[in-house]
């Protein structure tokens, strides 16, 4: 966000050229092939590889890390404790689990403080991710329920667009009208949530009216287990998250 870090205050670092090459063009930021520079000229670091690079990133910058350094991970699973164990001792690290919509300026986001962290790193963290969306502070303990609720949610949602669409386009509206009639209720429904702080049932109430068409669409959803799909389709996401997450460290602690 142009808002609140110029393009000259970004530093990112990448082994390949042909992605820093792309990244650089879009974002219009300095690159390097060296992370070993990020962390010479950077006060903030974020860390964004897969889960299992994360022990050979942080062997590359341990020795050069400044105390004073904020380390922010989005490497799924890997937590706290074993970030920190492969830095200097007093390391202050933050996790965040984002979603996709952070692309467009709309992430549903979470983050968990390491018990170094300062109060001021969490308004920090806090800003960087409010500037792409909105993003609550949890413990670490929550952040596989976070991947499996916001993390996952957007796949979710396509199905649901998606299916809504192939609704209408049965009942004959062209394929084009129905997918942009779909789309475009659920980011109004989700608006009206936020905006008005209204519980979601109370504004379903207001739409269903005795007898009508919107009740019977409930009753048809109700019928096919929509809810209790939803909230299954979470606790999966949830419990695989945490299966990963016992991988990931499992693998981190023999590296």
Not at 115 to 129: M, S
Not at 208 to 237: K, N, Q, W
């Amino acid at each position: 966000n142009a808002k609140l870090y110029s393009a000259n205050q970004i530093l990112a670092s990448d082994k390949s050229e042909d992605q820093l090459d792309k990244f650089s063009k879009l974002v219009g930021c300095p690159v390097t092939t060296s992370n070993s520079k990020v962390v010479e000229e950077c006060k903030v670091i974020v860390i964004a590889v897969k889960p299992g690079i994360v022990p050979y990133v942080l062997a590359e910058i341990r020795e050069k890390l400044p105390k004073s350094t904020l380390i922010i991970s989005i490497a799924a699973g890997v937590s706290i404790k074993t970030i920190q164990s492969g830095l200097p001792s007093g390391s202050r690290v933050v996790r965040v689990m984002p979603n996709t919509p952070c692309l467009i300026g709309e992430t549903a986001a979470a983050y968990a403080l390491g018990k170094e962290c300062k109060a001021e790193d969490g308004k920090l963290v806090e800003g960087i991710l409010s500037a792409c969306g909105r993003a609550y502070n949890v413990k670490e303990s929550l952040l596989d329920a976070v991947t499996g609720l916001s993390g996952s949610g957007p796949a979710y949602i396509y199905i649901l667009i998606e299916a809504m669409a192939d609704g209408g386009v049965r009942m004959g509206l062209p394929r084009s009208v129905a997918l942009n009639l779909a789309a475009q209720t659920v980011l109004g429904s989700a608006k009206m949530v936020l905006e008005t702080g209204e519980h979601p049932g109370s504004l379903k109430d207001k739409v269903a009216s005795p007898g009508g068409t919107t009740i019977a669409g409930i009753h048809a959803l109700e019928r096919a287990g929509f809810r209790g799909s939803i909230m299954d389709a979470i606790e999966a996401a949830t419990m695989k998250s945490k299966e990963l997450s016992k991988g990931a460290e499992a693998k981190s602690s023999k590296l």
